[in-house]
């Protein structure tokens, strides 16, 4: 029954059942791909509050030009651990290039 109820939602959202990974380089680019795409179609709701995708791109960049700009969380080597690659394609889940602009700052694991 569940699935049922989650297929009509995605047929009604115009959400695909399957999504070829492989079009993208990262995390990053199919995000970048999903704003482009569809920025008016919800990202998350929750207590009442609905997030549209470009609005969560929009709160995302000004929460990473916020973090950049602070002088105490200046960028660190490299640490990330194995876990953060695409278990699917070995990629970097954070991207080479381009994106929301979040490219500066690594969080440590």
């Known amino acids: 029954m569940i699935e049922s109820v989650i297929e009509a939602a995605r047929a009604k959202a115009g959400v695909a059942n399957q999504?070829?990974?492989?079009?993208?380089?990262?995390?990053?680019?199919?995000?970048?791909?999903?704003?482009?795409?569809?920025?008016?179609?919800?990202?998350?709701?929750?207590?009442?509050?609905?997030?549209?995708?470009?609005?969560?791109?929009?709160?995302?960049?000004?929460?990473?030009?916020?973090v950049q700009q602070q002088p105490q969380l200046q960028p660190r080597p490299n640490r990330r651990a194995d876990a953060e690659s695409d278990s699917v394609s070995g990629r970097d889940v954070w991207g080479d290039t381009g994106g929301a602009g979040c490219r500066q700052y690594q969080p440590t694991v």
């Open 19 to 66: 999504l070829d990974f492989d079009q993208f380089g990262s995390v990053m680019a199919m995000f970048d791909h999903a704003v482009a795409t569809y920025p008016d179609k919800p990202a998350f709701s929750s207590v009442g509050k609905t997030l549209t995708l470009r609005e969560l791109d929009q709160l995302a960049r000004r929460f990473t030009a916020f």
